[in-house]
């Protein structure tokens, strides 16, 4: 037999990781520490459940929202973490005022977690909660915004709601990441997926929403309940425009007046193209530009705000 | 505001780990420090495929078939490592001998990882190849081996192949964890998921067989192709049982005069109840028992092994 490797004593990861602060059992931690052990049923069997807020100009947006789908998709999937909401609330705003970030990216996991025999019984494992801010990211980059996204709608299925829950927030990303390469060989941007009925599903990361002779619409069915979603039929509401949640059809979607996705990695961003076919004058539309300029504005609105105080270097004392 | 916790300088993992040796980035490390960073879109985005081959007796069986399931699974994700074959064999080699472990559950993953600016865009990734061995575990413990597995039926659908390709073999699991806690409900000990046309596929890392009149059959659609299953077929072929894979329904199931279910994880189990329903006689039927008999015979042939040769102390030298 060969020689053998002898063990390291500790894992040194060449990797390098973006700016921000983790929170991981107690401790908070740069990015390049914030690491899970490769057994986590969160990472195995992508069993986990997440949501994403964003903080902007230093406070964070609709935080309440998140933290509700995220404690009903920890019930749904029959987990459970020590902290209320009250506590990841503080988790959180330890995170982001750790790492200064005035605009940043915050995520919040539960994972299932391992128990210490790596039993195969998930009602064995200990659940998990880990949470980090990054530099907030959007799907558009600048270039992007300005011009409007070209989208790609490919014949995917989005993983239907009688295989997995869409409304409960999850890692399940191949059939999302398999659109994204189907649209750069076509030298779209990004994708949209269908449902399971043909329809128009979202996309990597993003809902969808078609205005035509007045009427905004957005997929129902199959699609994840975004809070920027919401925030549309909020603003939509208040700007007297008609909003509505349906079936769509692709069709429907290349004909458009005008077309945006929604996330919280990003807001509204404008779609110009669909299929290599200009939407509307193939520039970005009034109505989504108005819709972009209430959404950020509603930033400002207290009752969608939770302001962070950032530290100066004294006021750091030791934790937990 | 409140005063706010200092960083950590390392991150503490209070959580306990299976002995055993994992692979990251040239190093080899003892399971409690195998751990990939949060960012990874293998867990942030479950963008991921993976192998598991096992060392029955201080051998690798069928190493060959699953290299090769794995490597065509990059290929279709658009993945590729700097190993080829012979060096991930080097490294699953390394990692079993390094571990002592005679009986050995050994998986190799590759990640679509991160980008230094954590771009959305998976193409600017660095692939991640990780490998573990660890002590050998089955579906089935050893009372469920003598009595018979427990099933329960569900309704849930197996995340059909329009949305993931199941035999790129992936952790996308919720419908599966979801199968577990509904046959939980059900004081059964796992659970068979649905194709979308309301066939059988397959349940929580088990492929399904049944026997009927002398004729054995498997779900051919919307499964993975397990290399265990395949042992099946190649068993049934020496020992002239017919043996098929074709569409199965669950009345099919519950009428069948013998079940059982095959997996890397513990091999070829045998269930005696559907629904609580007794399968046959409600005990491990004979064809069960010659079958799972001439499976770890299997073990014992040259072609399908690969020795290892355990170290002593002083033969473990510096790695790469």
């Not at 964003?54 to 309440?64: D, S």
């Not at 128990?115 to 799907?139: K, M």
Request: proline residues 5%; aromatic residues 10%; glycine residues 8%.
């Amino acid at each position: 037999m060969h020689n053998l490797p002898k063990l390291s004593e500790e894992y040194i990861d060449p990797n390098t990781y973006p700016p921000g602060v983790a929170f991981m059992d107690g401790q908070y931690l740069t990015m390049d520490k914030a690491k899970i052990s490769v057994l986590d049923y969160g990472f195995l069997h992508s069993d986990a459940t997440y949501d994403v807020v964003h903080v902007w100009k230093g406070a964070f947006f609709r935080l309440e929202d998140h933290l509700n789908r995220f404690f009903r998709g920890m019930d749904m999937l029959h987990m459970s973490i020590s902290c209320d909401k009250a506590q990841v609330t503080e988790i959180l705003y330890n995170c982001v005022a750790l790492s200064g970030l005035q605009n940043s990216y915050v995520e919040f996991i539960c994972t299932r977690g391992t128990s210490p025999d790596f039993s195969r019984d998930p009602r064995d494992a200990i659940n998990r909660f880990i949470a980090f801010a990054i530099p907030f990211g959007s799907v558009a980059n600048e270039k992007q915004m300005q011009r409007g996204l070209h989208i790609a709608i490919t014949d995917i299925v989005r993983i239907p709601p009688p295989s997995v829950d869409p409304t409960i927030k999850n890692y399940h990303w191949l059939d999302l990441v398999k659109g994204l390469y189907t649209a750069y060989d076509q030298e779209a941007d990004t994708a949209i997926l269908l449902d399971s009925n043909g329809n128009i599903a979202e996309g990597p990361g993003f809902n969808i929403f078609v205005a035509k002779d007045g009427l905004v619409s957005t997929p129902e069915f199959g699609v994840l309940k975004g809070i920027t979603r919401q925030s549309i039929f909020d603003l939509c509401k208040e700007m007297q425009i008609e909003c509505v949640a349906r079936d769509i059809t692709p069709n429907e979607l290349k004909a458009a007046d005008e077309l945006f996705i929604t996330s919280t990695a990003g807001g509204v961003m404008p779609v110009t193209k669909i299929n290599d076919k200009p939407i509307g004058l193939g520039s970005v539309g009034s109505l989504s530009k108005r819709i972009n300029e209430a959404y950020w504005q509603m930033h400002g609105q207290d009752k969608n705000r939770m302001a962070i105080d950032y530290p100066t270097k004294s006021e750091v004392v030791d934790g937990c």
